[in-house]
């Protein structure tokens, strides 16, 4: 396939790959809600060690803490554009990731959920967005232990590592906040 053509391709499917999906019919109502459920379990790291031999013990390993909520998050709100336009209900996958501070960084449309392209889909987006943003998050950590020769457990040290994550964002134009 010649460069041309290739670019050609890929222009169309970002195109079409705008990342939103499932929405339904416009609704009249001028209510509405939001909320957010994250998809997957984060990176898992319980330990990470170096397999022993049979006559020797572990001595060091890594215990992985994912990213969680200082406070409680927010939920999104139905954006105003969106209800005006009766754009009806709508589902927004983002990634994000989390930072070494716990800062939202990076936040995109997911590459693994593609739905059918919304002339609003920017708006919704921007208010996933916006939500993320808000939220106080504890960053991801690696807890570095070792073990002495007496078996005693030591603690070493604790590093903070950014964090990705997919979030599914559903907005309702009918339903009220709960």
């Not at 809600?33 to 001595?59: C, H, N």
């Not at 409680?72 to 336009?85: I, K, N, V």
């Not at 599914?168 to 134009?173: G, I, K, L, V």
């Amino acid at each position: 396939m010649n460069a041309s053509r290739r670019c050609l391709l890929l222009g169309a499917l970002g195109t079409v790959c705008l990342f939103v999906g499932g929405c339904r019919a416009p609704a009249s109502q001028a209510v509405g809600s939001g909320s957010f459920e994250i998809q997957g379990a984060p990176r898992t790291l319980a330990t990470r060690q170096k397999e022993p031999t049979d006559t020797q013990v572990a001595r060091n390993w890594t215990h992985y803490v994912a990213a969680h909520p200082r406070t409680e998050l927010t939920q999104p709100d139905y954006p105003p554009a969106a209800r005006e336009a009766n754009a009806g209900a709508c589902i927004v996958y983002l990634t994000v990731t989390f930072d070494e501070n716990g800062m939202a960084r990076d936040i995109h449309p997911s590459w693994n959920r593609v739905g059918p392209m919304n002339d609003l889909a920017e708006v919704f987006i921007a208010a996933a967005t916006a939500t993320i943003e808000s939220w106080d998050i504890e960053p991801a950590r690696e807890v570095h232990w070792t073990r002495d020769e007496n078996g005693e457990e030591k603690y070493l040290r604790t590093e903070k590592v950014s964090e990705s994550m997919e979030i599914r964002f559903s907005f309702d134009p009918i339903n009220p906040p709960r």
